[in-house]
């Protein structure tokens, strides 16, 4: 099993739908946790951070960690076409060091 | 803004040349990363380095080696390439444990 679960999708949905964006886990260590967007023949840029437990929003986008789940969120909302790319969770436990577990990554596809 | 550069964006080699890939950061940054990325595989990492000439391995450091000679300088050597290590290679550096990494563009080397 790996650390760290993400349905590769793809998703495609029409513009302006709300998008949800998982990831589960099994490491309970893990306390660092990101969403990072990858657009095709690019590197991965980071889109949200949030530590622990709780609700983080920035814009369009909001992440939602449930710690006692292993369960990780994205939503977007009003999604746009700019928005189609592939989305990475990655995580880290401070006894880890330097080093993040990535998700597989979701393809998503919005359709204007 | 920080910036992470890979010396070169597509690389095609032979079975048994020596590859150099090379990332340069401008961030002074104390940690810096090599993944490579393949489709369903997600992002693995190959070797990570924490200061000057210190590196560790990561999951995948089996036909890999680096060097880190200046902080702002990682490379990544494939001592005979093989057709199996045909990927996309990913430069990455962060600031502090567990922290955001920044990305490169990434290279696509191809093993003919």
């Known amino acids: 099993q790996k650390e760290v679960e993400q349905d590769p999708g793809p998703l495609s949905v029409p513009e302006g739908a709300i998008v949800s964006l998982n990831c589960t886990y099994s490491n309970s260590a893990f306390q660092y946790f990101m969403w990072y967007r990858q657009y095709s023949r690019k590197g991965p840029e980071l889109l949200m951070y949030?530590?622990?437990?709780g609700n983080k929003e920035d814009g369009r986008f909001t992440a939602q960690v449930d710690k006692s789940s292993k369960y990780i969120s994205l939503f977007i909302r009003d999604s746009q076409p700019s928005d189609s790319a592939t989305y990475l969770c990655?995580?880290?436990?401070?006894?880890?060091?330097?080093?993040?577990?990535f998700g597989s990554g979701t393809q998503l596809t919005v359709l204007p | 803004d920080v910036k992470v550069t890979q010396s070169s964006r597509y690389l095609v080699k032979r079975t048994g040349e020596k590859v150099f890939l090379e990332c340069v950061q401008d961030?002074?940054?104390?940690?810096m990363f090599w993944y490579r990325q393949d489709p369903g595989l997600g992002l693995r990492l190959i070797y990570f380095?924490?200061?000057?000439?210190?590196?560790e391995k990561g999951d995948i450091p089996e036909g890999y080696s680096v060097s880190r000679e200046k902080k702002e300088r990682f490379s990544l050597i494939l001592e005979s390439a093989s057709t199996n290590q045909t990927s996309m290679y990913l430069c990455?550096?962060?600031?502090?444990?567990?922290?955001?990494?920044?990305f490169g563009p990434g290279t696509r080397l191809t093993v003919t």
């Open positions: 961030m002074d940054h104390e940690n």
């Open positions: 380095s924490y200061d000057v000439k210190m590196k």
């Open positions: 990655a995580m880290s436990a401070e006894s880890s060091a330097r080093q993040l577990t």
């Open positions: 990455a550096s962060s600031w502090f444990v567990g922290d955001e990494q920044y």
């Open positions: 949030t530590y622990s437990s």
